[in-house]
């Protein structure tokens, strides 16, 4: 049981560039997210997923978008790479009723992705 | 204003200290409340989970909603080094959440 896993873990990209952080999760989860942590301003919502093929905007999904073809997977991609885009971004899951899981809506979070746009 | 908002710190505390950090929010729909810890270069893991008002221990911790006041706490008693971390409220009426930005915490051998 792996939890929350996501790759890669670092990366360095130039202003333009594209690039997809993958997210996956083994726990059946219904609900995954994305978030970017940067230093002094919290977790901030980029993107979200209810379900399978279901995808809503969070507090700043400008300049991202995301997919989950499978329940397993949440994709963040960015088109073309900016500075302001440096972060940590982190996915998460977590099972949309409270009834799934002993009255907890806990998220699981995977270990980061370090992005660097030069 | 922020849904959710969370003394800044940082903290630095010696060891043994008792130390409280907090939380007020605004949404009176936020049944579920739970506080985060995030060491340095890792995710978050939930470290305490409250349902609706009261207290839970859990060891050397304690987490405290007041939902009248809008108002929650985690007190941390006779505090480590192992303590020092990064720790994020976050609270919750459906499976999606919203944290606080965190207070980091330091404490001192």
């Known amino acids: 049981n792996a939890g929350v896993t996501q790759t890669p873990k670092f990366r360095v990209l130039k202003t333009g560039q594209s690039m997809t952080l993958l997210c996956a999760q083994d726990?059946?989860?219904?609900?995954m997210y994305w978030y970017r942590q940067d230093p002094g301003m919290g977790l901030r919502l980029i993107h979200y997923s209810v379900g399978e093929g279901t995808t809503a905007k969070g507090e700043v999904p400008d300049g991202y978008n995301v997919s989950r073809l499978k329940k397993q997977n949440f994709l963040l991609g960015l088109e073309s790479a900016a500075p302001s885009q440096t972060s940590v971004y982190f996915c998460?899951?977590?099972?949309?009723?409270?009834?799934?899981?002993?009255?907890?809506?806990?998220?699981?979070f995977g270990p980061g992705t370090r992005l660097t746009v030069t | 204003q922020k849904e959710v908002e969370q003394d800044p710190g940082p903290l630095s505390v010696p060891e043994g200290a008792i130390v409280s950090l907090n939380c007020t929010y605004s949404n009176s729909a936020f049944q579920y409340f739970m506080w985060y810890r995030q060491y340095s270069r890792k995710g978050p893991e939930l470290l305490m989970y409250t349902y609706s008002s009261g207290n839970k221990e859990d060891g050397r911790f304690t987490a405290q909603v007041d939902k009248s006041s809008k108002y929650i706490s985690l007190f941390i008693r006779d505090s480590q080094p192992s303590d020092s971390a990064t720790y994020l409220c976050a609270m919750s009426d459906t499976g999606k959440s919203t944290f606080g930005d965190g207070t980091t915490l330091t404490v001192k051998p």
């Open positions: 726990m059946n989860h219904e609900y």
């Open positions: 998460a899951s977590s099972y949309s009723l409270a009834s799934l899981s002993g009255g907890r809506y806990e998220q699981y």
